[in-house]
């Protein structure tokens, strides 16, 4: 007891400044050729001592580490269940595996911020846009490196109830435009250790399941493509918490 209290009392100290450095950083350096690589390895040893801080545990397979450290070509579909599913995404990911996230344009475009993520490569998801902001996202993708692969939410925000809502279509449209694969990555257990409307976590584990690639050409309908996908992944996330998603 004494000791997580120790643990969250130093996190309270020393995390703004984390965060205000991985904040400002990208604006000195950002444009400093291999930045980003270096930024997102810096950014994944930052989420792993704040899971330490935070005494939660993430486990995932050799096999599954293994999977991300060879990944190539590929867009990231993962569900999202609480404000702990980023940070234990990039504890897991290997340093061979490089990435970026999809994150809001009024999140990108924050005063404070909006260098920085700028800098760190974030995608601009602008909802407003429709056709446009898929457009701009594909060109993005497009332009990445084999070895970096953008994570989308796939839920489009995080799930309130048992199981895994419908899905949005634009990690497949993405990967169905550009010739990438979708790699489904599933988390589970991170809504019992954070529930929403709660700041610190209870003390557990995180469970990742990274799931085989699935490729969808251009002719496929993209509905049916993201259908399988969910069924993909609602039948990793369910044989883990032993709920049942509801299968349209």
């Known amino acids: 007891m004494l000791l997580t209290l120790a643990k969250r009392i130093l996190l309270v100290i020393t995390g703004p400044f984390i965060f205000l450095f991985l904040a400002f950083v990208p604006m000195i350096c950002g444009k400093r050729v291999g930045f ?34 060879t990944d190539t070509n590929s867009v990231i579909a993962v569900n999202h269940r609480s404000h ?14 490089w990435v970026t996230f999809g994150a809001k344009k009024e999140l990108c475009e924050a005063t404070l911020l909006k260098r920085g993520f700028d800098g ?11 056709r446009d902001a898929l457009s701009s996202l ?20 995080r799930a309130t109830e048992p199981g895994l809502p419908p899905f949005k279509a634009g990690a497949v449209l993405i990967a169905q ?20 409307g709660k700041f610190f976590p209870f003390k557990g584990t995180i469970h990742i399941d990274v799931l085989d690639q699935m490729c969808f050409s251009p002719e496929q309908n993209t509905d049916a493509c ?4 969910r069924t993909a992944m609602a039948d990793a996330y369910d044989a883990q918490t032993g709920e049942i998603t509801h299968r349209d």
């Open 36 to 69: 980003r690589g270096w930024f997102w390895r810096t950014v994944s040893r930052c989420c792993s001592w704040l899971l330490w801080f935070l005494d939660v545990q993430v486990e995932i397979s050799d096999e599954a580490r293994e999977a991300l450290r």
């Open 84 to 97: 702990l599913d980023g940070f234990s995404m990039l504890h897991v990911i290997p340093n061979e595996k």
């Open 120 to 130: 760190a490569g974030l995608l601009k998801i602008d909802r407003s846009k429709g």
């Open 138 to 157: 594909v060109d993005a993708v497009q332009e990445m490196p084999a070895r970096r692969s953008p994570i989308l939410f796939v839920e489009g925000t």
């Open 177 to 196: 435009k550009t010739g990438r694969a979708v790699r489904p990555f599933v988390i589970s257990h991170s809504d019992k250790l954070l529930p929403r």
């Open 226 to 229: 993201v259908a399988r996908l």
